[in-house]
T-cell receptor, first 112, second 116 residues
């Protein structure tokens, strides 16, 4: 059973579109995260939720909106996609922010 | 200033060599947590180790060892007798934030190439 699963694995779309990436964890963790990894492999945290409550909200464009319907799910919605949004987006979960994080396999987003 | 600095962008070694990956962090908190993660060419991120700020004991796990020194704010990672399968990008990370640890930072990563 996959611990942290995110879909889709690949997302190719055009500039200006709106898209969502879904993430689910079956580890019973209270905290979930979204990261962006750029082409130089730099990994930056975007958001974190603990029990559906936003606890980390880094400086990202407000076109990015996380949604946590329950503590096992954290989806990422992106409006008006731009070329600079091309990256690999990773979802992760942990019991809390002091604990090791388990990562999904990543979603490679390519903007045409 | 960078909260987590991995000054070595890329390191190349030949199999069986020992290699040390450096990590220097910056925090004013007295309680914090440090991590190492591995990202092999297949792309997944794998947790390797966590250390809290009160535990300066070095740790060894097989060919991997970690040296945590608060005096120099460093948490270095050594691979002994490296193997081709060790080729990956390695990330050091810091969790801080006083009571709620709501600050989390990754270093920029060190790409390790182990050649046969």
């Amino acid at each position: 059973d996959t611990a942290v699963s995110q879909t889709p694995k690949y997302l190719v779309t055009q500039m200006g579109n709106d898209k969502s990436i879904k993430c689910e964890q079956n580890l019973g963790h209270d905290t979930m995260y979204w990261y962006k990894q750029d082409s130089k492999k730099f990994l930056k945290i975007m958001f974190s939720y603990n029990n559906k409550e936003l606890i980390i909200n880094e400086t990202v464009p407000n076109r990015f909106s996380p949604k946590s319907p329950d503590k096992a799910h954290l989806n990422l919605h992106i409006n008006s996609l731009e070329l600079g949004d091309s990256a690999v987006y990773f979802c992760a979960s942990s019991q809390d922010t002091r604990q090791p994080q388990h990562f999904g396999d990543g979603t490679r987003l390519s903007i045409l | 200033a960078q909260k987590v600095t991995q000054a070595q962008t890329e390191i190349s070694v030949v199999e069986k060599e020992d290699v040390t990956l450096d990590c220097v962090y910056e925090t004013r908190d007295t309680t914090y947590y440090l991590f190492w993660y591995k990202q092999p060419p297949s792309g997944e991120l794998v947790f390797l180790i966590r250390r809290n700020s009160f535990d300066e004991q070095n740790e060894i796990s097989g060919r991997y060892s970690w040296n945590f020194q608060k005096s120099t704010s460093s948490f270095n990672f050594t691979i002994t007798a490296s193997q081709v399968v060790d080729s990956a990008v390695y990330f050091c990370a810091l969790s801080e934030g006083a009571h709620n640890f709501n600050k989390f930072y990754f270093g920029s990563g060190t790409k390790l190439n182990v050649k046969p």
